[in-house]
């Protein structure tokens, strides 16, 4: 019990700095001029480090949606996954809180608190198979590079935080590039923006859940069965 109470605090801050950095960038873009490169430099790289950072503690998932991936494929417990789930939700939500203290009101509210939302051409159903695949993308990254034990050594942390750089890239003007529930979820409820918010559950959950049984069930069912 004390091991995954400290795991949850490790996940907890992880997704605080995610959250305040990510939606930070997106708040600040349009004031910097950094434009989308800044916002995928600075998602990437907080995603980069933090991972790294909680990695021995709590395994660096920050994201409800690489837990539930992990989870399918037994590689967490239930009650592990569910105190994971709690303490990202809990960190997205005091990442954005700190943001609506420190950033002016008119700068943050005309950002909405750097919640992401569809693109105005883009629907729902579009919107779910992006977010879905670019969770894909970073959850199958999550699998060959922590969880797979040919992975080579130190490369989860860079790995992922690439994987979401280019999510920005791809598809930051199209639905804003979450690819992570508790992104959505904390800048949504401090700023009381709820637009199509299960978009960023659904489509990052079913990524979630196709890359894990694909990568489980390819490439290390048969190695877990050879295991002495």
Request: glycine fraction near 14%; charge should be positive.
């Amino acid at each position: 019990m004390e091991a995954t109470w400290k795991a949850a605090v490790a996940e907890l801050v992880g997704t605080f700095a995610l959250v305040f950095v990510a939606a930070g960038s997106l708040i600040v873009a349009g004031q910097s001029g950094s434009g989308l490169v800044g916002e995928a430099l600075a998602y990437g790289s907080v995603v980069a480090v933090m991972a790294s950072v909680t990695a021995r503690t709590s395994g660096g998932h920050l994201n409800p949606a690489v837990t539930v991936g992990l989870w399918v494929a037994g590689r967490i417990g239930t009650l592990r996954a569910v105190a994971y789930g709690a303490a990202q939700l809990v960190g997205g939500a005091l990442g954005a809180l700190l943001l609506r203290l420190v950033v002016p009101e008119v700068v943050w509210r005309a950002a909405r608190l750097g919640t992401p939302l569809l693109a105005p051409r883009v629907g729902a159903g579009k919107g779910i198979v992006i977010e879905a695949a670019l969770t894909f993308f970073l959850v199958f990254a999550v699998f060959g590079t922590a969880v797979d034990d040919r992975a080579p050594p130190n490369a989860f942390g860079p790995a992922v935080g690439l994987v979401l750089a280019f999510a920005v890239l791809v598809a930051g003007p199209l639905t804003g590039a979450s690819v992570n529930p508790a992104r959505a979820f904390g800048p949504g409820l401090v700023s009381g923006t709820w637009a199509n918010w299960w978009i960023y559950w659904v489509g990052p959950t079913v990524g979630a859940v196709i890359a894990s049984v694909l990568y489980w069930g390819v490439f290390l069912r048969e190695r877990a069965t050879l295991k002495p």
